[in-house]
């Protein structure tokens, strides 16, 4: 089982609508939880992080997270065609080192 | 300046070559850290550095690869006799010396190994 997992996708979602992305982790000692946007050919941004159990909202983002699931998700809300990219869970468990996921894909059509 | 600077951006080089890449992170940030991701893949952890600990190196796939950062700032990565299996984006990422806080990349270097 992988540290932490994520649907590669592709995701694809009409624009306007909601895309969900979910990421679940083994280590139950994590404690903090990134999202980062890759977009093809370029480096991870910084999306969102989250600590506490429940729901973080920043502009069209809403990061959840549920410790005792041991999930956490990323919703963007009113989707756009730029927000087309590959999406990255990384979870911190003891120490400083990030433990990222896959990525997932998003696809959003016009 | 304001974020992490890497260089080379690109580095093509024959197999069995030495290559170094550099990685110059956020002033003031105490951690820096390097990560490989291959074509298609997520990032693989290879090598974190915070102030004057030890190195994590638990990540580093095989004894070719070495990284310092001298001063608690600077870090060179180095892949020693490289393979083919080495070509990868190669991306530095700097954090505070908070362990809550993100990490904030670099460009990277697209390394190619012919």
């Known amino acids: 089982q992988k540290e932490v997992e994520q649907n590669s996708g592709p995701l694809s979602v009409p624009e306007g609508a909601i895309a969900s992305l979910n990421c679940t982790y083994s280590d139950r000692g994590s404690q903090s939880f990134f999202w980062y946007r890759q977009y093809s050919g370029k480096s991870p941004e910084l999306i969102m992080f989250i600590y506490s159990n429940g729901d973080k909202e920043d502009g069209r983002f809403t990061a959840q997270l549920n410790k005792a699931s041991q999930y956490v998700s990323l919703l963007i809300r009113d989707s756009q065609p730029s927000d087309s990219a590959t999406y990255l869970c990384a979870v911190r468990a003891a120490g400083n080192k990030l433990t990222f996921g896959g990525g997932t894909r998003v696809l959003v059509k016009p | 300046g304001a974020g992490v600077s890497q260089s080379p951006s690109n580095k093509v080089t024959e197999k069995g070559k030495d290559v170094e890449l550099r990685c110059d992170p956020i002033?003031?940030?105490?951690?820096l850290y390097w990560y490989r991701q291959s074509l298609g893949q997520g990032l693989e952890f290879l090598i974190y550095?915070?102030?004057?600990?030890?190195?994590?190196k638990s990540g580093l796939p095989s004894d070719r690869f070495s990284a310092e950062r001298t001063g608690g700032s600077v870090s060179t990565l180095t892949i020693q006799r490289t393979q083919q299996e080495d070509s990868a984006v190669y991306l530095c990422a700097s954090s505070s010396v908070d362990s809550n806080q993100p990490q904030h990349f670099g460009d990277g270097t697209r390394l190619s190994i012919l």
């Open positions: 550095f915070q102030g004057n600990s030890a190195p994590d």
């Open positions: 002033s003031g940030h105490t951690a």
